[in-house]
Antibody, heavy 122, light 110 residues
Framework: EVQLVESGGGLVQPGRSLRLSCAVS????????MHWVRQAPGKGLEWVSS????????AYADSVKGRFTISRDNAKNSLHLQMNSLRAEDTALYYC???????????????WGQGTLVTVSS | QSVLTQPPSVSAAPGQKVTISCSGS????????VSWFQQLPGTAPKLLMY???KRPSGIPDRFSGSKSGTSATLDITGLQTGDEADYYC???????????FGGGTKLTVL
């Protein structure tokens, strides 16, 4: 069974940093691209970042470019999102999601975690 | 303001059919496959359709997708109360070099 479990969320002050992690099991992690998608309270889905199977292709939403860094550790079956210079508008439930393919660009996110909540507030 | 445009809500009676539209542009839907996601209340999104019209295993054939030009549609037939959820379309935008979602459509089964 495919499982994705996010962790690392919490309450953080504006301008501070947070590192999210996603532990995966039930599939060969290094065969697939991975994504982070967020959802602000009561709002829709917003794509955040994607990383290919070998980490040779990475993309970010303009809203987080330069502040967030996606990475993966294929040896440890884990995905990460380093979030710096956090803003109130980054407050959201952050989901990690698996792609159907080793590359991204088809938006075929076929498995999702339950999310970890990030609240940016003073 | 979402890059992809969906109606905020649709409704229909049990057993009926509903269509959810997703409108984009030549830099997204016009160039790439469309996926559809179902988000039941309080749960994570779930892939309903990928590559415009392919269903993942376990998704009933009451759900079907199509794409034409810069628009896509999700059809749900034989509506059930359990289908009440938010539905999102998604694709890749080559101009933005990133993923994009519609604003979501809330389906009510009356």
């Amino acid at each position: 069974e495919v499982q994705l479990v996010e962790s690392g969320g919490g309450l953080v002050q504006p301008g501070r940093s947070l590192r999210l992690s996603c532990a995966v099991s039930g599939f060969t992690f290094d065969d697939y691209a991975m994504h982070w998608v967020r959802q602000a309270p009561g709002k829709g889905l917003e794509w955040v970042s994607s990383i290919s199977w070998k980490s040779d292709s990475i993309a970010y939403a303009d809203s987080v470019k330069g502040r967030f860094t996606i990475s993966r550790d294929n040896a440890k079956n884990s995905l990460h999102l380093q979030m710096n210079s956090l803003r109130a508008e980054d407050t959201a439930l952050y989901y990690c999601a698996k792609d159907l393919y080793p590359w991204f660009g088809e938006s075929s996110l076929d498995s999702w975690g339950q999310g970890t909540l990030v609240t940016v507030s003073s | 303001q979402s890059v992809l445009t969906q109606p905020p809500s649709v409704s229909a009676a049990p057993g009926q059919k509903v269509t959810i539209s997703c409108s984009g542009s030549n830099s997204n839907i016009g160039k790439n496959y469309v996926s559809w996601f179902q988000q039941l209340p309080g749960t994570a999104p779930k892939l309903l359709m990928y590559e415009n019209n392919k269903r993942p295993s376990g998704i009933p054939d009451r759900f079907s997708g199509s794409k034409s030009g810069t628009s896509a549609t999700l059809d749900i037939t034989g509506l059930q109360t359990g289908d009440e959820a938010d539905y999102y379309c998604g694709t890749w935008d080559i101009r933005l070099s990133g993923g994009v979602f519609g604003g979501g459509t809330k389906l009510t089964v009356l």
